[in-house]
C-alpha cells in the first residue's frame, strides 16, 4: 500500500473514523494500530519486530537515562544508541556481505559466511534517526522521557511519516499526541488540499520528469550532451518536487487527525548558498544532522579553529552521503556538497570583500547570479546520486560541457519539434503538460498567496476540481514509486 | 568589569561589531553573522577571554546568551 493507490484513500477515511469515535484516551492505540497495519503492508511484516525493537530500546533508554546516576547516564546513554545503530545496521548488510565474499576471495577461500539479506529496509533510516534525536535530547536533559510507551511507539511509527519522514523531534511530536482531538473543519479542509496538492505535484509533475530521466540514465552511454544535459536539469526538478510531494502528502494526512509534521522544504532552489540549500533542504534531515553530528564533532575539534569545522563539515557529508545508501555516488554526492561548504568557509571572507570592492554586494544582479550558481552545483551533484554506478555518472559528467553547445546548435537548425526529439519517449503533448505542471508546482508560494486571498467560493470549488482533474486526466500511476523510500 | 560586560566585548571582536549588544535572551538568530560556522570562533573566543574549558554537555544545551552566561559563571565558580 503506497500514498498514490485508491487502497490507501480507504485506509486512511476508515482509520480517520475510527479515530474520530475514539475516546481521546485511546486515540494512541487507534493510530499506534493504524500505523502498524499500514508498515507490515506497506514493507515486509518482519521489519515490524525491527521497529518493536528501536522502539523497546528507546522507550527503555529514555527511561533509564533519566532516573539512573549521573555518572552512569552516559554509559546507559551509549548502550541505547548501540541497540538503535543494530537496526540501523541491517541496511548496510548488503555491504556486509559482500565486504565478507571480498576477504574471502582475497585469501583465496571459497568460504561462504551466510549473511541474511532483507529483501526491503524501507522505514528503518527514519525511525532510527528519530530514536537517536530522542535519546539525545533526553540525555542533555532537553526532554523528559515519554512515560507512556504506546505514545512513544506511536512517535516512531505514525503512519503518514514513518516510509519517508519528516524526521521528527520528540519535543515537537509527543505533546501532539497527548493533545484531545476536536474536529476542525478548516484543519481537515487544509489538509485534504495539502494530501491532493501533493498528489498533483507526484502524478503529474514529478512522474512526467521521471519518464525522460529513467529512460536517459538507465542508458547514459546512448545519448550525446544535450540530452544528458535536460535530463540532469529533469532529474533535479524531479528529486524536489517528488520529495516534496510526499511531504505534502504526509503533512496533509497527519493534520486530519490534528497534527501538524514538520515543514521539510523552503524553495531549495532558491538558496544563494550550498549552505543555505541546505537551510531549505530536507529540513528535518538536515537540522538532525547539524544537531546530533555537526555541532557536536565541531565541538570536539574546536582546537583546531576554522580547520575543525571544515573537518566537521566533511565528515558530517560523507556520513549524510553514506545514510542514503553504502555506494560510491552517494558518497561522492555527500564529498561534493562537503566540499562545496569547505571552499566556501576558507573564501568567504575574500568574497566578501570582492563583492564589497566591485559595489556588488547586496544587490539583485549577485543575488540572482548566486541562485544560478548554487543551483548547477546541487544538480551537478545529483549526477552521482542518480547515476546507476560511478562509470555512468562519470560519462555523464564527461559529456555535458558538449550539452549546451549541441542544444543550441539544434535549436538554431532545426524546428522546435525535431528539438524536441532530443529527449527520448517524450511526445510534444506530454512535454507541454509536464512544463506547465512542473512550473505550477514550483510557483505553489505565489499559487498559495493567491488562493489565500481568494474568498469566493464557486471559485474555490472550481479550483479543487480543476486539481482534481488534472491529476485523473493527466497524472501517471503507473506505480513509479518516491524517490526517497529506497533510503 | 562583570561577566556579561566581558561577554559583550568578546562578543564584539568576534563578529567584529563595536555597537553589538547582548542580553540574556538574545539568540543566534539575533546576532548578523552568528551562524553555525562562526559558532565554534564564538566559543573558542569565550574560553581564551575567561579562562575556562566548556564541556562537550555544556556547548551543546546552549540554545540563548542566558545559557552561557550560566556556564561561565558555573565554570568560574569551580575553578
Known amino acids: 500500500m503506497t500514498f498514490v493507490s485508491p487502497a490507501f484513500v480507504l485506509f486512511v477515511a476508515i482509520t480517520w473514523l475510527v479515530h474520530g469515535v475514539l475516546p481521546s484516551r485511546f486515540r494512541w492505540a487507534g493510530l499506534l494500530g493504524a500505523s502498524l497495519i499500514f508498515y507490515a503492508t506497506a514493507a515486509e511484516p518482519q521489519l515490524l519486530v525491527v521497529l518493536a525493537w528501536v522502539t523497546t530500546v528507546t522507550y527503555l533508554g529514555g527511561l533509564r537515562i533519566s532516573a539512573c546516576d549521573p555518572r552512569v547516564r552516559g554509559r546507559i546513554y551509549v548502550a541505547s544508541l548501540v541497540g538503535v545503530f543494530f537496526a540501523l545496521g541491517l541496511k548496510y548488510l548488503p555491504l556486509v556481505h559482500d565486504a565478507v565474499a571480498l576477504l574471502a576471495r582475497a585469501l583465496g577461500r571459497s568460504v561462504s559466511i551466510p549473511i541474511p539479506q532483507l529483501a526491503s529496509t524501507i522505514g528503518i533510516s527514519y525511525f532510527t534517526l528519530q530514536a537517536i534525536a530522542y535519546l539525545t535530547d533526553v540525555y542533555l536533559d532537553m526532554l523528559p522521557p515519554e512515560r507512556h510507551f504506546g505514545r512513544l511507539a506511536l512517535s516512531l511509527a505514525f503512519f503518514p511519516k514513518i516510509l519517508q519522514g519528516p524526521i521528527e523531534r520528540g519535543g515537537d511530536l509527543l505533546p501532539q499526541l497527548e493533545t484531545t482531538y476536536h474536529f476542525d473543519y478548516e484543519k481537515t479542509r487544509s489538509g485534504l488540499v495539502l494530501f491532493t496538492w501533493g498528489l498533483f505535484k507526484k502524478t503529474v509533475a514529478a512522474d512526467q520528469l521521471g519518464v525522460t530521466v529513467d529512460v536517459v540514465y538507465g542508458n547514459v552511454h546512448a545519448y550525446s550532451g544535450a540530452t544528458l544535459l535536460i535530463a540532469t536539469y529533469a532529474y533535479a526538478f524531479q528529486i524536489y518536487l517528488d520529495f516534496a510531494a510526499y511531504t505534502d502528502m504526509a503533512r496533509g494526512i497527519a493534520r486530519l487527525f490534528g497534527i501538524e509534521l514538520t515543514r521539510n522544504f523552503d524553495r531549495p532552489y532558491a538558496a544563494t548558498s550550498v549552505a543555505e540549500f541546505w537551510r531549505r533542504w530536507h529540513l528535518s534531515f538536515s537540522r538532525w544532522l547539524l544537531d546530533y553530528l555537526f555541532r557536536p564533532l565541531q565541538i570536539r575539534w574546536r582546537g583546531w579553529r576554522q580547520h575543525g569545522t571544515a573537518a566537521a563539515i566533511l565528515a558530517t557529508f560523507l556520513l549524510s552521503g553514506l545514510w542514503h545508501g553504502a555506494t560510491w555516488g552517494f558518497l561522492v554526492w555527500g564529498a561534493l556538497h562537503g566540499c562545496y561548504q569547505v571552499s566556501a568557509l576558507y573564501t568567504r571572507g575574500y568574497f566578501n570583500r570582492l563583492q564589497r570592492r566591485i559595489g556588488l554586494a547586496g544587490t539583485q544582479g549577485l543575488a540572482v547570479l548566486q541562485v544560478l550558481v548554487t543551483f548547477h552545483l546541487v544538480a551537478f551533484a545529483w549526477i552521482f546520486f542518480r547515476a546507476a554506478n560511478l562509470r555512468d555518472a562519470l560519462h555523464v559528467v564527461g559529456n555535458l560541457p558538449t550539452g549546451p553547445v549541441e542544444l543550441v546548435h539544434r535549436m538554431l537548425t532545426a524546428n522546435a519539434h525535431s528539438s524536441l526529439g532530443l529527449v527520448p519517449g517524450l511526445n510534444r503533448q506530454d512535454a507541454v503538460i509536464g512544463s506547465v505542471a512542473v512550473v505550477l508546482a514550483l510557483w505553489e508560494r505565489h499559487l498559495r498567496r493567491w488562493w489565500a486571498s481568494t474568498h469566493s467560493l464557486p471559485l474555490r470549488w472550481m479550483g479543487y476540481g480543476a486539481l482534481f482533474l488534472s491529476i485523473f486526466v493527466l497524472g501517471r500511476f503507473g506505480g513509479r514509486k518516491f524517490i526517497y523510500f529506497d533510503f | ?79
Open chain 2, 1 to 79: 568589569m562583570n561577566i556579561a560586560q566581558r561577554l559583550t566585548e568578546t562578543f564584539r571582536e568576534v563578529f567584529n561589531d563595536p555597537t553589538l549588544v547582548v542580553t540574556p535572551e538574545t539568540t543566534a538568530k539575533d546576532v548578523d553573522g552568528w551562524d553555525s560556522f562562526s559558532h565554534v570562533n564564538l566559543i573558542v573566543a569565550v574560553e581564551l577571554s575567561f579562562g575556562i574549558k566548556f564541556s562537550q554537555r555544556e556547548l551543546l544545551t546552549f540554545r540563548k546568551v542566558g545559557d552561557l552566561l550560566r556556564s561561565i559563571q558555573r565554570n568560574l565558580d569551580q575553578a
